[in-house]
């Protein structure tokens, strides 16, 4: 009998810095529907896709907080805004999708 051997999974995680959680002003004044979609946009980088994050609408829609397009929106130009992401291009209904890049400005982890 041979034996398998069990494959090392990695799991995935969100770092979110305790500097900038717990002693950032910048973090604190955000809206929770913009603290929620950086996190799920810093989900979906890898390392390498920074500039090409795709953040589906319907991604946000079921989490509590951020259910309508009108508040996902405001989220996203909130953290426009105040330079914790960049859109590095524009989507639309019909059109491309929209691409965004983290800027670092604020989290130690990207730059």
Same mark, same amino acid.
């Given at each position: 009998m041979t034996k398998r051997r069990k494959l090392h999974t990695? &799991?995935?995680?969100?770092?979110?810095?305790?500097?900038m959680l717990l002693k950032s002003p910048?973090? =604190?004044?955000l809206s929770p529907a913009a603290k929620l979609a950086y996190i799920y946009l810093k989900a979906k980088y890898n390392g390498s896709n920074n500039?090409?994050? &795709?953040?589906?609408y319907s991604e946000l829609k079921?989490? =509590?907080?951020?259910? #309508? #397009?009108?508040t996902i929106s405001n989220a996203l130009r909130e953290l426009e805004k105040k330079e914790w992401i960049r859109r590095t291009m524009l989507g639309g209904l019909y059109r491309h999708f929209n691409e965004f890049e983290l800027t670092g400005k604020y989290d130690d982890h990207l730059r």
């Open positions: 990695h &799991r995935s995680f969100v770092m979110l810095g305790r500097g910048e973090w =604190k004044s500039g090409g994050i &795709r953040l589906y079921g989490v =509590k907080g951020v259910s #309508s #397009s009108t």
